[in-house]
């Protein structure tokens, strides 16, 4: 594994912007198109001059539109991608195809919203669409079926007889997020909630487990950049056994560069770009040749400050919890949570050195080395069970540790999936603990699916002002 040395710039940063999501550039055109989800609009940023103008949709309007692009309305954009003269829009239920002369075409009416989507062109005549939707373990295959970029979707034996998309659609992902094409190996790749996914042309596939993935694109060589489930870091994986390389840019702690929250990203194969958007910002990752070797087994040796001989006497400190010892370096607990700076750096009898134990009644043994664990690593083992996701995130909050609080937040209500009643008591709890991360997860997926949501007793327990905040967030719809 190489070690490489990464440059990060800002291409443009407006405030005429909302909220960018989507991105993408035609291949003989030197100019990036943004989706912006709040304004529900399109917008094309020349690479040269960084002017910006309005490629399709009317600003701060949204609608459903077909017609001239500036006059179209689009309602909820995520996704964007190009293939011949075509830009494709996920357009919340409808996938909408712009086109330069025809203006702004849409599919048929789908039951639930889509997500992303990437084009694969195999020829003549078998350019394939692949669309993920919101609810999960969902996908679609679409193609274009004439030359205004209208797109039908694939039934049964009108699918590309190949395995990697046989092999695609029976996969079961937790909200399947940006996918890419790498035409090097003819894999398909999926960003989901759960980690990325490489499915070969011969059907067999690669995992990685991470906390979350997001935004996704592919290089000329086949290595991955991915974004992480906060946005605030950019990794690269690949090899034989696709697998994480390095941290690209950004990271919790890198305050020197850090990232606003990475939304989708594109790699430009001309320039060797990878261009990503953040929320009111395009920005660009330039790779330089490989300087320095990054050691993979640095998450490994960190674990070793945990019930380790390894840890000075000095630097120790030893938790109690339900009969059992847990040692940890207090050097690493100061760096990582404000709350274990305050205690050990205070001068009271717990930042001693040879200290006694430090006795904890109200929590379990997993629970508290889990927290323990993340601190460490950053490494958190995501188990489906609520009661557990619930006591980690009790205690993430209590001891201040917002990245593993976040996370889980957010799986907590993927796992609730579907359930909306579910959904709806995490939300009523969020407001009780004054839970904000784990609040906007809950109304993220209440506001798509607000009818059936209105039907449940649980909604009648939100607040005046979280249901003020749902109407908001509908009529952006």
Same mark, same amino acid.
């Given at each position: 594994?190489?070690?490489?040395?990464?440059?990060?710039?800002?291409?443009?940063?407006?405030?005429?912007?909302?909220?960018?999501?989507?991105?993408?550039?035609?291949?003989?055109?030197?100019?990036?198109?943004?989706?912006?989800?709040?304004?529900?609009?399109?917008?094309?940023?020349?690479?040269? $001059?960084?002017?910006?103008?309005?490629?399709?949709?009317?600003?701060?309007?949204?609608?459903?539109?077909?017609?001239?692009?500036?006059?179209?309305?689009?309602?909820?954009?995520?996704?964007?991608?190009?293939?011949?003269?075509?830009?494709?829009?996920?357009?919340?239920?409808?996938?909408?195809?712009?086109?330069?002369?025809?203006?702004?075409?849409?599919?048929?009416?789908?039951?639930?919203?889509?997500?992303?989507?990437?084009?694969?062109?195999?020829?003549?005549?078998?350019?394939?669409?692949?669309?993920?939707?919101?609810?999960?373990?969902?996908?679609?295959?679409?193609?274009?079926?004439?030359?205004?970029?209208?797109?039908?979707?694939?039934?049964?034996?009108?699918?590309?007889?190949?395995?990697?998309?046989?092999?695609?659609?029976?996969?079961?992902?937790?909200?399947?997020?940006?996918?890419?094409?790498?035409?090097?190996?003819? $894999?398909?790749?999926?960003?989901?909630?759960?980690?990325?996914?490489?499915?070969?042309?011969?059907?067999?596939? /690669?995992?990685?487990?991470?906390?979350?993935?997001?935004?996704?694109?592919?290089?000329?060589?086949?290595?991955?950049?991915?974004?992480?489930?906060?946005?605030?870091?950019?990794?690269?994986?690949?090899?034989?056994?696709?697998?994480?390389?390095?941290?690209?840019?950004?990271?919790?702690?890198?305050?020197?560069?850090?990232?606003?929250?990475?939304?989708?990203?594109?790699?430009?194969?001309?320039?060797?770009?990878?261009?990503?958007?953040?929320?009111?910002?395009?920005?660009?990752?330039?790779?330089?040749?490989?300087?320095?070797?990054?050691?993979?087994?640095?998450?490994?040796?960190?674990?070793?400050?945990?019930?380790?001989?390894?840890?000075?006497?000095?630097?120790?400190?030893?938790?109690?919890?339900?009969?059992?010892?847990?040692?940890?370096?207090?050097?690493?607990?100061?760096?990582?949570?404000?709350?274990?700076?305050?205690?050990?750096?205070?001068?009271?009898?717990?930042?001693?050195?040879?200290?006694?134990?430090?006795?904890?009644?109200?929590?379990?043994?997993?629970?508290?080395?889990?927290?323990?664990?993340?601190?460490?690593?950053?490494?958190?083992?995501?188990?489906?069970?609520?009661?557990?996701?619930?006591?980690?995130?009790?205690?993430?909050?209590?001891?201040?540790?917002?990245?593993?609080?976040?996370?889980?937040?957010?799986?907590?209500?993927? /796992?609730?999936?579907?359930?909306?009643?579910?959904?709806?008591?995490?939300?009523?709890?969020?407001?009780?603990?004054? /839970?904000?991360?784990?609040?906007?997860?809950?109304?993220?997926?209440?506001?798509?699916?607000?009818?059936?949501?209105?039907?449940?007793?649980?909604?009648?327990?939100?607040?005046?002002?979280?249901?003020?905040?749902?109407?908001?967030?509908?009529?952006?719809?």
């Amino acid at each position: 594994m190489d070690g490489r040395e990464y440059f990060t710039s800002t291409l443009v940063r407006d405030s005429r912007f909302g909220s960018l999501q989507g991105i993408a550039k035609f291949e003989n055109e030197d100019a990036i198109y943004v989706a912006d989800q709040t304004n529900a609009c399109i917008w094309r940023i020349d690479i040269e $001059s960084t002017e910006i103008t309005l490629y399709a949709g009317e600003p701060g309007c949204p609608g459903s539109k077909d017609v001239p692009n500036q006059s179209a309305k689009f309602q909820w954009i995520i996704g964007l991608a190009t293939h011949g003269s075509c830009l494709y829009v996920t357009d919340y239920s409808y996938i909408r195809a712009v086109h330069p002369t025809h203006g702004v075409i849409s599919s048929s009416r789908a039951k639930s919203s889509f997500q992303s989507l990437a084009v694969i062109d195999k020829g003549d005549d078998s350019t394939v669409v692949i669309t993920s939707k919101s609810n999960r373990s969902s996908i679609s295959l679409f193609h274009t079926v004439d030359s205004n970029g209208e797109l039908l979707e694939m039934e049964g034996s009108d699918r590309p007889n190949l395995r990697s998309f046989r092999c695609l659609l029976k996969q079961e992902f937790n909200n399947a997020g940006q996918m890419a094409y790498g035409v090097k190996s003819e $894999s398909i790749y999926v960003a989901h909630k759960r980690g990325l996914m490489k499915i070969n042309q011969d059907g067999n596939v /690669f995992k990685i487990d991470t906390n979350s993935a997001y935004g996704l694109a592919v290089d000329k060589n086949e290595d991955v950049y991915f974004a992480s489930y906060d946005g605030l870091e950019i990794l690269r994986a690949g090899g034989e056994r696709f697998s994480i390389i390095e941290t690209v840019c950004g990271g919790k702690w890198n305050y020197d560069n850090r990232l606003d929250g990475v939304r989708q990203m594109f790699y430009d194969s001309q320039s060797d770009l990878l261009y990503f958007t953040e929320e009111k910002a395009v920005r660009t990752v330039k790779l330089k040749a490989p300087l320095v070797h990054l050691d993979a087994r640095l998450r490994e040796d960190l674990g070793r400050l945990i019930d380790s001989d390894d840890i000075p006497a000095s630097d120790q400190v030893t938790f109690l919890v339900e009969g059992k010892r847990i040692r940890v370096s207090k050097t690493i607990l100061c760096l990582r949570s404000e709350y274990f700076k305050a205690m050990f750096q205070s001068g009271f009898a717990e930042s001693q050195a040879n200290a006694s134990p430090i006795s904890l009644s109200d929590t379990t043994y997993d629970t508290f080395y889990a927290l323990v664990a993340f601190i460490v690593t950053g490494r958190f083992e995501i188990k489906e069970c609520s009661k557990y996701l619930l006591d980690v995130l009790i205690l993430s909050d209590r001891y201040l540790v917002q990245d593993l609080k976040s996370l889980c937040s957010k799986t907590l209500v993927d /796992f609730a999936g579907d359930n909306l009643e579910t959904v709806l008591n995490y939300a009523c709890l969020a407001e009780k603990r004054g /839970f904000q991360e784990l609040l906007n997860a809950c109304l993220d997926s209440i506001v798509p699916e607000l009818e059936d949501a209105c039907c449940q007793e649980a909604f009648k327990n939100l607040s005046k002002s979280t249901l003020l905040e749902i109407i908001s967030r509908s009529t952006k719809i």
